[in-house]
């Protein structure tokens, strides 16, 4: 079994920076893609960044220019850069990632870690 592990999180003033690591237990480099989603209290979760196991990055407009999603297959880990941080930027940030077989798919999901943007 994958186990994702997110880490990084925590309280930050606006206009701050922070760097999320989500580190994999197992080789990284078959999980296409990668994903970094948060979740607001009280609202759904949303998409912020997808990287490819080629490392073609997208992001949700709300988050162009300010976050950069990067992975390192070497050392099994995956990271979202924010800068320019806003108080709507606050929630649980949660990495995912999905692997494809000829047979099956699967996702894999870690616990989170918190976000907290202060005006």
């Known amino acids: 079994q994958v186990r994702l592990v997110e880490s990084g999180g925590g309280l930050v003033q606006a206009g701050g920076s922070l760097r999320l690591s989500c580190a994999a237990s197992s080789n990284i480099a078959s999980f296409n893609p990668m994903a970094w989603y948060r979740q607001a209290p009280g609202k759904q979760r949303e998409l912020v960044a997808t990287i490819s196991n080629a490392g073609t990055e997208h992001y949700a407009s709300f988050v162009k220019g300010r976050f950069t999603i990067s992975r390192d297959n070497t050392k099994n880990t995956m990271y979202l850069q924010m800068n320019e941080l806003k108080p709507e930027d606050t929630g649980v940030y949660l990495c995912?990632?999905?692997?494809?077989?000829?047979?099956?798919?699967?996702?894999?999901w870690g616990q989170g870690t918190q976000v907290t943007v202060s005006s």
């Open positions: 995912a990632a999905w692997y494809e077989t000829d047979y099956y798919e699967t996702d894999y």
